[in-house]
Each structure stands twice: as C-alpha cells, then as structure tokens.
C-alpha cells in the first residue's frame, strides 16, 4: 500500500491488481518480468538466466561454467592467478616505499 499521489513500485505494470481508494494505492500480486511476453529492454545475453529482482526488474545470472562481463568467460575464475598477482604487486610497492621512507629517517 502506497499514498494514492505516488504510483506503485516498478509502475502499474509490474502488478497484476492495482487498485485505489480515497486515501491509498494497493498494489497486489507483483509479476514476474522474466516470463512476460512483452521483450525486456535489457535481454540476458547467451550463457545467462533472468531472475526477477523486485517489481519491474529483472537481473541476468550466468549459467553453469560461465561467469564474467555478459557471461563470456567459461570454466572458474582463475583465483590463484588473480592472488599471485595482486599480492607480488603489493609486496613489491610495500617494499619501494619502505626503502624509500627509511632512507629519509636515517638522514638528520
């Protein structure tokens, strides 16, 4: 139930009874976007499923061994490789900086 001034969340569009009084608007029995007939101005891309994510929205989730940027990239996210990197990254910038700023502590 929402105040009659304001529309209901997602539009009248995103339920299937919308009905208003004096004082309020009841929106009843949000619909599922995903199973519309009407085309989404967002279609999930290839490699993803739609799943609805609140009245009038929809959210594309990547299926199986797909992840990544419009579902793209097959198999797991390559963890190990995205460790080692970051962390040789940040004990190398650590290490300048810490050589660095000692040498500027020894000097008077």
């Given at each position: ?7 209901c ?70 963890m ?7 962390g ?21």
């Open positions: 139930a929402v105040p009659a001034a304001l529309e969340p997602g539009g009248s569009d995103a339920w299937q009874d919308v009905t208003v009084d004096r004082s309020s608007r009841l929106c009843q029995g949000q619909r599922n976007p995903c199973n519309s007939s009407e085309q989404l101005a967002w279609p999930c891309p290839e490699n993803s499923e739609c799943a609805p994510d609140g009245p009038g929205l929809v959210q594309c989730r990547c299926e199986g061994p797909f992840h990544g940027y419009r579902c793209l990239r097959e198999g797991t996210f390559p190990l490789l995205f460790g080692g990197i970051l040789a990254a940040t004990v190398s910038l650590s290490l300048l900086l810490w050589g660095s700023q000692r040498r500027k502590a020894k000097s008077p």
